[in-house]
């Protein structure tokens, strides 16, 4: 079920308010069936293998508590080793068989499935879990019910945030009163996040589909253009749900952790990392970066370990040799960037530039990202530069660019003009924000504008959405 869907509308009008009206003891199932329902409307049979998994990890959880030695750490393995295997079977398979097959000469079968939606996000929630467990940081949840809300609440179920069981199982057995305020704090984050997607991400996307789709007919100045819009699209269209997710959670009394803190203006790719996708970065360094080591061994190994994670952090993303070049690439920034730190210093540019230098390294990695395979993510790469200073010759000599086709990629000034002024919007907005969260931000403007950006939010969305069951892109991982 897509948040941006009338589907989802309905479904949130109807979940919400039934359960504030049930007693505190009926609510958990309310919320596990209703989670349940959201899942469904994507593959309905799938939801057997989501409970599989679950039936493991709570058991594998009630026998580490209650065992120690040795025992202990086998039940913790049959729990990772059932999630991994999940994890393998439907995402990285046919990948693994491919190449086999390739290089081997071989011919071995391929497994006909569809990957479950979300797969990695609750797969890499259920970890959590069990692994706390096992450090003695989290106590066993008893109550099954409760330990499958935790795994499938259906706010965060499908793209995170990948919560902790220390921050959100408590929540589950709390009894939440009817809040007003957490009613209209949840809604203004609800709507914050579906105008980025429907206005800002969606409106992207018409461009950087119609070049990466058609990718030999571009070369120059779209491409780049493309490659910048792509950057902003995957953020704007994951923050989005994020901000869905947690805005959904909050109008029920729960609290999520924060996923995104402006992370496009960073000064270095170490703080981008702290601010991107923060519960899977501080997953991978809770969970992986630490237990190898982390930081507190020789550089030489603490430099391995950095390149093992953002390797594998980009395997995460998906089964494709595109994803772990874009890992490469990041593990490649942060080793050499710290590299230069200890050589020289802190660096001495001049803040603007030093953000833009990042995004651009950045928006070049998520070419790699964006791109079907390796073959076209190089091309992408190599028509960066084709007739480029040409281009800008007639740019700078046509007095009337709507007429230039060329800047537009074939889709009208329309798209490219409204893209580039909602962006501009959005950005600014962040950029006032600065830390604060975007409620706060609402919140310290005077009545006049904040109902005024309310209501640009809201009339924005409906006049300049688009409306057509665009999924989110990371529903894929």
Excluded at 17 to 42: I, N
Excluded at 311 to 317: A, E, Q, R, T
Excluded at 371 to 385: H, M, P, T
Aim: charged share 15%; glycine share 6%; aromatic share 20%.
């Amino acid at each position: 079920m897509l948040f941006n869907s009338l589907q989802f509308i309905l479904f949130f009008l109807i979940v919400t308010p039934v359960y504030y009206l049930l007693p505190h003891k009926f609510r958990w199932f309310h919320l596990l069936a209703s989670s349940c329902v959201f899942y469904m409307a994507f593959v309905p049979v799938y939801i057997l293998i989501l409970f599989g998994t679950i039936i493991i990890d709570y058991f594998a959880g009630l026998l580490i508590a209650k065992t120690e030695g040795r025992k202990r750490k086998y039940y913790l393995i049959i729990s990772l080793i059932a999630n991994i295997g999940v994890l393998f079977v439907f995402k990285y398979y046919n990948f693994f068989i491919d190449n086999i097959n390739d290089i081997g000469g071989a011919n071995l079968p391929f497994l006909k499935i569809l990957l479950p939606i979300g797969l990695s996000f609750h797969t890499f929630q259920a970890m959590s879990y069990t692994i706390e467990v096992y450090r003695g940081n989290q106590k066993a949840e008893k109550h099954f019910g409760i330990y499958a809300l935790y795994v499938m609440f259906y706010p965060q179920l499908v793209a995170g945030p990948i919560e902790r069981p220390q921050n959100i199982l408590h929540q589950f057995h709390e009894k939440k009163q009817f809040s007003y305020a957490n009613i209209v704090n949840g809604m203004k984050l609800i709507t914050w996040g579906m105008f980025k997607k429907v206005v800002v991400a969606d409106r992207l996307a018409i461009y950087v589909n119609e070049v990466f789709d058609h990718q030999l007919n571009y070369e120059g100045i779209p491409v780049i253009i493309a490659c910048v819009f792509f950057s902003l699209q995957i953020y704007f269209d994951f923050s989005a749900y994020s901000d869905i997710a947690i805005g959904t959670a909050k109008t029920l009394g729960f609290d999520l952790m924060i996923n995104f803190r402006m992370p496009y203006f960073s000064r270095t790719i170490t703080e981008f990392w702290s601010r991107w996708h923060i519960s899977l970065s501080t997953w991978f360094r809770d969970y992986l970066y630490i237990p190898l080591g982390g930081n507190r061994i020789s550089k030489t190994r603490t430099k391995i370990n950095q390149f093992i994670v953002f390797v594998i952090s980009g395997f995460w993303h998906g089964a494709n040799w595109t994803f772990l070049f874009w890992g490469f690439l990041h593990g490649l920034y942060v080793i050499v960037e710290n590299q230069l730190k200890a050589v020289v210093g802190t660096f001495k540019l001049y803040l603007p530039l030093k953000r833009v230098l990042i995004f651009g390294l950045i928006t070049f990695a998520w070419i790699f990202f964006r791109a079907e395979n390796i073959k076209q993510a190089f091309n992408i790469v190599g028509s960066l530069e084709n007739n480029l200073f040409q281009q800008i010759s007639n740019i700078i000599s046509n007095a009337d660019l709507a007429r230039l086709k060329l800047l537009y990629a074939n889709k009208g000034a329309g798209v490219f003009l409204l893209s580039l002024l909602f962006v501009s919007t959005v950005m600014l907005i962040e950029w006032k924000q600065k830390d604060k969260s975007i409620i706060h931000y609402f919140h310290s403007l005077s009545k006049p504008v904040r109902y005024s950006m309310y209501f640009f939010l809201i009339y924005g969305s409906i006049f300049f959405g688009i409306f057509e069951k665009n999924q989110f892109i990371y529903f894929q991982f």
